[in-house]
């Protein structure tokens, strides 16, 4: 077998390789508020700091609450007001921005009575973003049999 040497030649192609991929812009990094949702936080800051992109920061309050475990949620028994479930919400993301040092300008949103999936997925559709960065919510055991996995 003769191996042939020389100057990589340009491809067939007539693609113009400078847009091949869209410039980001908008990254959208989603939370339950729980400690391994927060993970997600520092590596979407990062990757928008690296593309000079804008973040949001979602939470998905839900309204069936016996449905999910996720700290967006309040069972009905208790009292549940999605208005003020959103702002405590709200505040919570706050704190939990302050704590990890995220200093760019984050915008904190919140989606009333959706599914977290469903939520997630309208807000993609509505806003476009071009990435979403997000961790694992942590269930084990029958947490994952009750529950299921998103």
Same mark, same amino acid.
């Given at each position: 077998?003769?191996?042939?040497?020389?100057?990589?030649?340009?491809?067939?192609?007539?693609?113009?390789?400078?847009?091949?991929?869209?410039?980001?812009?908008?990254? !959208?990094?989603?939370?339950?508020?729980?400690?391994?949702?927060?993970?997600?936080?520092?590596?979407?800051?990062?990757?928008?700091?690296?593309?000079?992109?804008?973040?949001?920061?979602?939470?998905?309050?839900?309204?069936?609450?016996?449905?999910?475990?996720?700290?967006?949620?309040?069972?009905?028994?208790?009292?549940?007001?999605?208005?003020?479930?959103?702002?405590?919400?709200?505040?919570?993301?706050?704190?939990?921005?302050?704590?990890?040092?995220?200093?760019?300008?984050?915008?904190?949103?919140?989606?009333?009575?959706?599914?977290?999936?469903?939520?997630?997925?309208?807000?993609?559709?509505?806003?476009?973003?071009?990435?979403?960065?997000?961790?694992?919510?942590?269930?084990?055991?029958?947490?994952?049999?009750? !529950?299921?996995?998103?």
């Amino acid at each position: 077998m003769e191996i042939k040497t020389g100057v990589a030649r340009e491809p067939k192609s007539k693609i113009d390789r400078k847009h091949i991929m869209k410039d980001v812009t908008r990254i !959208l990094v989603t939370t339950d508020l729980s400690a391994n949702s927060q993970v997600a936080l520092p590596w979407a800051d990062a990757l928008a700091d690296k593309l000079n992109a804008e973040m949001t920061f979602l939470c998905v309050i839900n309204p069936h609450p016996f449905t999910g475990l996720d700290n967006c949620t309040m069972p009905h028994a208790m009292g549940f007001n999605v208005e003020e479930t959103e702002v405590e919400a709200q505040k919570k993301m706050k704190k939990i921005l302050a704590l990890q040092s995220i200093d760019r300008e984050v915008e904190v949103r919140t989606i009333r009575n959706a599914i977290p999936h469903e939520g997630i997925l309208r807000m993609i559709k509505v806003v476009e973003y071009d990435y979403v960065v997000m961790a694992t919510h942590g269930y084990t055991g029958m947490e994952v049999v009750l !529950l299921g996995s998103v």
